[in-house]
């Protein structure tokens, strides 16, 4: 883990300042001297700096994303609890933590804060920037904001603005985290029931009908309680509550429901409109948090975009799942830009064999 301690005041969107910041980020393989072979991988909201650990398949040794070839940069996001200044962090000069009392935080500053960690790293262009999600939504504000940072990107299940479905879904999680009456009471167990709740939400949000029926189905006809369906939801919750930060995800959730990336530019259109990256946008047909046309209305107002649409049973996750179709489109899409003319041998032997993709136009979009 590599760390980047900024020792200024960050001046938030909303006017607020940390009086400094923290960057945690991790860095795998090797800068070519002519700096032209980095890759730029933006979490999702519960991710962390490590994309070979939650993006296997993708960004790997002989993947589309290979260390042996790229300059690989993940950071890990402000507000989140793996390191990067968040909630969690004591307020400077005092013995208490942040806590709810955290600055609220948007993906504009999301993007301004990895701007720093670019020029600290004396990063004039990123070859490629890529991320699903809320990581999709920070790289749609960082190119806005510094068009030229960019020559590729490839924005996955993502939009220009969040939803009121998807506030509605993250509301409903914070209410969840309300309920429980240790929410925020500064003990080390304080608000985990609420927390893992809110997950349990979230996972209907992630998934899709099809995901469950899958692989939550019983083969039991006569049975009336204790479903698998239902373990699977407090195992999830369970999980995610032994890693993650009950006032992390809190911020975060808000700092997706705030994303705009045309408050303050006129409107999304003409923000995207400033987008001078090539970019590949990439929809999962059966995403219910971010359908599809949120992705179409990415790649009708950025000047350079393609628009995919990939076949999956698993919902929003799809981007994270469906690696052997987007490295088949990421591919595709750099025509050798990614530094190393010739696929990895993986790569080569995968890229003849396309995935079923739902192109704009068919009767499945």
């Not at 700092?255 to 987008?275: E, I, P, Y």
Request: hydrophobic share 35%.
């Amino acid at each position: 883990m590599q760390y980047l301690h900024f020792d200024q005041p960050f001046t938030l969107e909303s006017g607020e300042q940390l009086p400094r910041i923290t960057i945690t980020y991790q860095t795998f393989g090797t800068l070519h001297p002519a700096k032209d072979n980095v890759v730029w991988v933006c979490h999702a909201l519960t991710g962390n700096s490590n994309p070979l650990e939650w993006w296997p398949g993708l960004v790997g040794k002989g993947e589309t994303i290979d260390p042996d070839r790229h300059f690989i940069v993940c950071a890990n996001i402000l507000g989140s609890c793996y390191g990067s200044t968040g909630p969690d962090d004591w307020r400077p000069g005092t013995t208490t933590s942040y806590g709810l009392d955290f600055p609220k935080i948007t993906t504009r500053d999301l993007a301004k804060a990895h701007e720093l960690l670019a020029i600290h790293l004396e990063i004039n262009q990123i070859q490629l920037g890529i991320g699903g999600s809320l990581g999709g939504q920070q790289l749609v504000e960082w190119a806005v904001l510094f068009p030229q940072r960019f020559r590729h990107l490839c924005l996955l299940a993502t939009n220009a603005r969040h939803s009121p479905w998807g506030i509605a879904f993250n509301e409903a999680q914070r209410m969840a985290m309300q309920a429980d009456a240790s929410f925020d009471d500064g003990t080390k167990e304080g608000g985990r029931k609420g927390l893992a709740t809110a997950r349990a939400i979230a996972m209907l949000s992630y998934r899709h009908y099809q995901t469950y029926d899958n692989s939550q189905a019983e083969t039991d006809d006569n049975k009336t309680d204790n479903f698998r369906a239902s373990s699977y939801q407090q195992y999830q919750g369970e999980k995610f509550w032994r890693r993650f930060s009950p006032q992390s995800y809190w911020v975060l959730s808000k700092a997706m429901d705030a994303h705009n990336v045309g408050r303050g530019r006129g409107n999304v259109a003409k923000a995207l409109g400033s987008v001078t990256a090539k970019t590949l946008v990439i929809g999962i047909d059966s995403d219910l948090l971010f359908p599809v046309a949120e992705q179409s209305e990415l790649a009708e107002h950025i000047p350079e975009a393609r628009f995919e649409v990939i076949n999956s049973d698993f919902g929003h996750d799809g981007f994270l799942t469906e690696t052997k179709a987007i490295s088949n489109l990421l591919y595709d899409f750099m025509q050798g830009a990614l530094i190393g003319r010739t696929a990895s041998p993986r790569l080569r032997k995968n890229v003849a064999f396309k995935q079923n993709l739902v192109l704009p136009g068919s009767e499945s979009f």
